[in-house]
Nanobody, 125 residues
Framework: QVQLEESGGGLVQAGGSLRLSCAASGRTFSTYTMGWFRQAPGKEREFVAAISSSGGSSAYAESVEGRFTISRDNAKNTVYLQANSLKVEDTAVYYC??????????????????WGQGTQVTVSS
């Protein structure tokens, strides 16, 4: 099990950028596939992006492809989500998810693993 803590959320105007971070506890971070999900008010939690344990492969939701970039630093036990060209519809609570023995593409399904408490991202028009 790993403890996760997200940070970096906030209020930004449409077209702006934010960098979210997710810090993980423990010495086995480098063995986890990591993902970002988000949940807007009144909607289901949805997949945003995922990255393999080594950082060598990644996957994105179609809605953020080309605007968001997921990365990780295993030496710092941290995964990042660089969100550019933000849109009002990106407003949501963003959650970090950690799973072992999971392929990057399989992260698209919201199922299991460890979750952080979330960080709020609000994009104003």
């Amino acid at each position: 099990q790993v403890q996760l803590e997200e940070s970096g959320g906030g209020l930004v105007q449409a077209g702006g950028s934010l960098r979210l971070s997710c810090a993980a506890s423990g010495r086995t971070f480098s063995t986890y596939t990591m993902g970002w999900f988000r949940q807007a008010p009144g909607k289901e939690r949805e997949f945003v992006a995922a990255i393999s344990s080594s950082g060598g492969s990644s996957a994105y939701a179609e809605s953020v492809e080309g605007r968001f970039t997921i990365s990780r630093d295993n030496a710092k036990n941290t995964v990042y989500l660089q969100a550019n060209s933000l849109k009002v519809e990106d407003t949501a609570v963003y959650y970090c998810n950690a799973r072992r023995f999971t392929a990057v593409q399989a992260m698209r399904v919201m199922s299991g693993g460890d979750w952080g408490q979330g960080t709020q991202v609000t994009v104003s028009s």
